[in-house]
Each structure stands twice: as C-alpha cells, then as structure tokens.
C-alpha cells in the first residue's frame, strides 16, 4: 500500500505552503479513482468544490463542498471522484505540533466527519489565510487549528458525552427553514424546557444556538462562493439571509471581507 510523504495529494497543487509543523495544500483532483493509500502525517481534508466519495475500514463519506475530514496517520482509505471539477484543502500536522500544544494525536484514531459549523467556519479562515498571509498568518493558523481540536473534545481529551436528544436537535436545524428555528419551537418538538434548551446547547457545543444557525449559513455561502458562479444575492437568499446586505454584513464580521472581495480573490489564485 502506497504511503504519501507530507505535501502529496493525488492531483494538481495550486498553492502549497509550509509554516513550521504545518503543511497547507490546495489541490485539484484529477483522478477518477485512487487506490488504498495512507499518508505520512495526520492532516485534514477540505472540500472546496465538486463531488468526492471516501472510504477507509470503518467507514465512507459522500463528501460535497464545505465537507471537513480529519486522518490520523495510520488510516489507510481510498478515493472515487464522480465526473467533473473537485478541489480539495489539506492541512498536515507533524507529531512535534502534537506535542507542542499537549493534544494526544493517539486519542483521535482514524478519520472523523468533523460536522460542527464552528470547526468548517475556523477551517474556512485557515484557508483564506494562505491566500492573504502576513506576519500574523502562522499565528493566526495555529490559533484556528486548536480551537478546531476543541470542538472535537477538550484538548487532550475524550469527547463530552452528549444526550441523545441533540441528534434529534441537529436533525431539526438541518431540515427547518430558517424562520421557523426559535428557542421554543425547537424546545417544543424535543419536549422540552427552552431555558433547559438554550443552557444546555451552550455546554454540549461550545456556543450559543444562534451562533451555531449562523455559522450554518455562512458555511454555506462561504462552499457557494467557491463553487459557483451565483450572483451574491441568489447565494444570500440561498443561504436564508433575508436580503444581500444583511448577508454582506454578517460574512464580513466573521471574515473580515464582503463575499464579493472574498469571489474575486479566489478567481485571481
């Protein structure tokens, strides 16, 4: 089985760029299929645009844009891209960064579907830092990349246990439009208290609901700008925004730039 040394991805590299311990690579998939393989280092995969299926020994992942994965070392997958356009985002860690930060890599075993809209909104500002680096930038990174670490679990840690009515809770912000997502509405289907609700959110994800539909819809937008050719007002009202300025203003707080800078930025890379 073929291992993979730190930079290699099968595919086209746009940019690649080595700050430390870390790796950062922004690659075109060019191949169909790529057979069973493992890499040097454990590192996340990004998907920027297009269609991308994975499987390792455990599990698959039919992954679209805005999909985060993260690899131990020892994970052995392969690949399927369906026709057309894929882009992919990679992030390598050495075991040096590991130790440096005290996580214990040995605890976060084969690959996870990283889900939480706060990890793919920090993943998308670890992205857009390659593209509009400074001094600040390998800062900037490795201050992202931890609090990505911490909505896995606490750092070093296993995973808080959650109850099991936040799979149901997931499920309705997933399939609810977004005027139809309040405190009680929610609490009401899951039969319960909205104070209980808003309290216990917080301690089982790391933020408050609100924060966790917001990142939801940017996150959205932010794969939308990357992969499409959409007018910012259809991506808005797409994303349930309720008009494009509302939209601007709300990327732009967590970004630091409008979605049509962050549009051409990434036409010109």
Same mark, same amino acid.
């Given at each position: 089985?073929?291992?993979?040394?730190?930079?290699? !991805?099968?595919?086209?590299?746009?940019?690649?760029? %080595?700050?430390?311990?870390?790796?950062?690579?922004?690659?075109?998939?060019?191949?169909?299929?790529?057979?069973?393989?493992?890499?040097?280092?454990?590192?996340?995969?990004?998907?920027?645009?297009?269609?991308?299926?994975?499987?390792?020994? %455990?599990?698959?992942?039919?992954?679209?844009?805005?999909?985060?994965?993260?690899?131990?070392?020892?994970?052995?997958?392969?690949?399927?891209?369906?026709?057309?356009?894929?882009?992919? !985002?990679?992030?390598?860690?050495?075991?040096?960064?590991?130790?440096?930060?005290?996580?214990?890599?040995?605890?976060?075993?084969?690959?996870?579907?990283?889900?939480?809209?706060?990890?793919?909104?920090?993943?998308?500002?670890?992205?857009?830092?390659?593209?509009? /680096?400074?001094?600040?930038?390998?800062?900037?990174?490795?201050?992202?990349?931890?609090?990505? !670490?911490?909505?896995?679990?606490?750092?070093?840690?296993?995973?808080?246990? %959650?109850?099991?009515?936040?799979?149901?809770?997931?499920?309705?912000?997933?399939?609810?439009?977004?005027?139809?997502?309040?405190?009680?509405?929610?609490?009401?289907?899951? /039969?319960?208290?909205?104070?209980?609700?808003?309290?216990? !959110?917080?301690?089982?994800?790391?933020?408050?609901?609100?924060?966790?539909?917001?990142?939801?819809?940017?996150?959205?937008?932010?794969?939308?700008?990357?992969?499409?050719?959409?007018?910012?007002?259809?991506?808005?009202?797409?994303?349930?925004?309720?008009?494009?300025?509302?939209?601007?203003?709300?990327?732009?707080?967590?970004? /630091?730039?409008?979605?049509?800078?962050?549009?051409?930025?990434?036409?010109?890379?």
């Amino acid at each position: 089985m073929q291992q993979l040394s730190t930079g290699s !991805f099968f595919g086209q590299h746009y940019q690649k760029t %080595r700050l430390g311990e870390i790796t950062l690579t922004d690659t075109e998939y060019l191949h169909d299929k790529v057979d069973w393989h493992y890499h040097e280092q454990p590192y996340f995969t990004y998907l920027l645009a297009g269609k991308l299926f994975e499987a390792n020994k %455990r599990d698959s992942y039919q992954l679209t844009p805005g999909c985060l994965l993260f690899h131990n070392w020892q994970d052995a997958h392969y690949n399927e891209k369906p026709p057309g356009f894929a882009r992919g !985002f990679h992030v390598e860690l050495n075991p040096e960064w590991f130790e440096k930060f005290s996580i214990k890599a040995q605890s976060l075993e084969g690959s996870m579907h990283l889900k939480h809209p706060l990890a793919r909104q920090l993943m998308n500002r670890v992205f857009l830092e390659t593209k509009t /680096g400074d001094a600040y930038t390998e800062l900037n990174i490795e201050s992202h990349l931890l609090d990505i !670490f911490s909505t896995i679990g606490p750092v070093g840690s296993s995973k808080r246990h %959650r109850p099991s009515w936040t799979d149901s809770l997931l499920e309705i912000i997933t399939e609810s439009a977004v005027d139809e997502l309040s405190l009680t509405r929610i609490a009401g289907q899951l /039969g319960i208290h909205p104070t209980h609700l808003s309290r216990a !959110f917080s301690q089982y994800f790391g933020c408050n609901l609100g924060s966790y539909v917001r990142s939801r819809k940017l996150n959205q937008a932010f794969a939308l700008i990357l992969g499409t050719k959409g007018s910012m007002t259809e991506i808005a009202y797409q994303c349930g925004f309720y008009d494009q300025s509302h939209f601007t203003a709300n990327f732009k707080r967590i970004y /630091g730039m409008t979605p049509a800078k962050l549009s051409r930025q990434i036409r010109e890379c």
